[in-house]
């Protein structure tokens, strides 16, 4: 069975601070893809990057970068110099081949992140 | 321009009523999908169709029917609501395997149901 925890319910920081959140991953699968999603206060879902596991290189795409390390499972999001617009849910994913090759995600239970001035 | 909408966005109802949510997309992808976020907003999937064609049903009661006209819209009819129906659900959509297997999911906005 497949499985993502996000075992950070809630991370509060002040402004200008960094805050990592982290992801661990369970899957049989040796091809599978990671994602994260963000969601706002105001509820949609937002996608923000996605990693299959052949590619382990690190991404950084401005004040965001994602760390995935295949030997401990994980797949790290950490956002630099937090702003209060960072202030949402966020969501780590799963999808697995041939598992879910009809695209069901397994979703993480999500972390708050709440970012005050 | 919307990529994924659904109506309506706030959906307020009595417990037995039967009621419809409408999704469509118009990203030209093949695969669309529902989704349900409870209080904790935990995200479960519910039902996935690929070209109008139903290929994920989890353990949803048959109270909820999904029907897809055509591959660009997959609507959701709940019979006979119940308390513990009320939630967030979100359509998405995606294109499967082409041109490749990433194929991220693109949410629509979400639909806010109260059952009363």
């Known amino acids: 069975a497949q499985k993502v925890t996000q075992a950070q319910t809630e991370i509060s920081v002040v402004e200008k601070e960094d805050v990592t959140l982290d992801c661990v991953y369970e899957t049989r699968d040796t091809t599978y893809y990671l994602f994260w999603y963000k969601q706002p206060p105001s509820g949609e879902l937002v996608f923000l990057i996605r990693?299959?596991?052949?590619?382990?290189q690190n991404e950084i795409s401005g004040r965001y970068s994602w760390n995935f390390q295949k030997s401990t499972s994980s797949f790290n999001f950490t956002i630099t110099a937090s702003q209060v617009v960072d202030s949402a849910v966020y969501f780590c994913?799963?999808?697995?081949?041939?598992?879910?090759?009809?695209?069901?995600?397994?979703f993480g239970a999500g972390t708050q992140v709440v970012v005050t001035p | 321009d919307t990529a994924v909408s659904q109506t309506p966005k706030y959906l307020v109802t009595q417990m037995g009523n039967d009621k419809s949510i409408k999704c469509e997309q118009n990203?030209?992808?093949?695969?669309m999908y529902w989704y349900k976020q409870d209080s904790k907003k935990f995200l479960k999937i519910m039902f996935s169709?690929?070209?109008?064609?139903?290929?994920i049903n989890e353990t949803v009661p048959n109270r909820f029917s999904p029907k897809s006209p055509d591959k660009a819209h997959l609507n959701l009819h709940i019979n006979s609501l119940e308390l513990g129906d009320s939630a967030v659900y979100f359509c998405?959509?995606?294109?499967?395997?082409?041109?490749?297997?990433?194929?991220?999911?693109?949410f629509g906005p979400g639909t806010r149901l109260t059952v009363l």
């Open positions: 990203l030209g992808h093949d695969t």
């Open positions: 169709y690929n070209n109008k064609e139903l290929i």
């Open positions: 990693r299959n596991s052949f590619d382990e």
């Open positions: 998405a959509s995606s294109q499967r395997l082409a041109p490749s297997p990433y194929n991220e999911q693109f």
């Open positions: 994913a799963l999808k697995g081949l041939p598992t879910d090759s009809w695209g069901k995600l397994q």
